[in-house]
């Protein structure tokens, strides 16, 4: 299937800066086509900002790693959209990337069951050959079931924390730990759909 474009203008190629399946996944729900290039981006975060600007900062450094590697191809006749994106789960203030390890997973799950906490996406559009990055970013409020250490061991053996930030996966085993969400559902999986195809017709590429 082939970008969609409202105009006349040749069509940009999409890049998603991701190495997140989940990334991919979502982008192919929206029937469009890209490439993968995964970002090597350092994800270490000054803490005294806003989430959002957190969240919108990380998704335009992982863009802005991959931009120099395809700067050459790139003119108005052959225009460049790189995808970037990143999340993090905030509770009382407090960021949750992804764990580190077991234990830290099982912290991180320990701090979540039995309350609510927010999930910030953010999103970055780096636009090639004009070299501009446009951000934003979306929250969801999810509310976690209490959970016993035993069921937070049990959920942690399965594997499926470790690459998740706040160590659950909701589109997986995690969904079980749910009680309700309040927001874009696809915020939590990594890349908010609908946020993303406001931003990508902005660039005269139209999902539908
Ligand atoms: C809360 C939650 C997070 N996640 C995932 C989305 C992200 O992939 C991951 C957060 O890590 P990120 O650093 O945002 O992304 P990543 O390292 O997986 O991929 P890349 O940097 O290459 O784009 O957590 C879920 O898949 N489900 C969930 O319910």
Do not use: W
């Not at 003119?75 to 203030?93: P, Q």
């Not at 990337?97 to 799950?109: E, S, T, V, W, Y």
């Not at 970013?137 to 399965?158: C, G």
Request: proline share 6%; charged share 20%; net charge negative.
């Amino acid at each position: 299937m082939q970008t969609k474009s409202a105009a006349t203008h040749p069509q940009p190629a999409l890049v998603l800066a991701s190495g997140s399946p989940r990334r991919s996944e979502l982008l192919r729900t929206l029937g469009l086509t890209f490439t993968v290039v995964p970002s090597q981006a350092d994800e270490s975060i000054s803490h005294n900002q806003p989430p959002g600007a957190i969240v919108e900062a990380l998704a335009e450094r992982k863009a802005r790693t991959v931009v120099p590697a395809l700067q050459d191809q790139a003119d108005a006749a052959n225009r460049v959209l790189v995808i970037g994106a990143d999340t993090i789960v905030v509770v009382d203030g407090e960021i949750l990337g992804k764990p580190a390890d077991r234990d830290h997973a099982a912290h991180m799950l320990q701090r979540l069951q039995g309350r609510t906490h927010d999930v910030y996406t953010g999103l970055c559009i780096a636009a090639l050959p004009a070299g501009t990055f446009q951000t934003a970013h979306s929250r969801t409020t999810v509310t976690m079931r209490p959970l016993t250490p035993v069921q937070i061991d049990r959920y942690i053996a399965t594997g499926e924390p470790m690459d998740k930030a706040g160590a659950y996966a909701i589109q997986g085993f995690g969904a079980t730990l749910v009680r309700q969400i309040e927001g874009d559902y696809f915020t939590v999986v990594g890349l908010p759909l609908a946020l993303l195809s406001d931003m990508l017709a902005a660039h005269d590429v139209l999902v539908y």
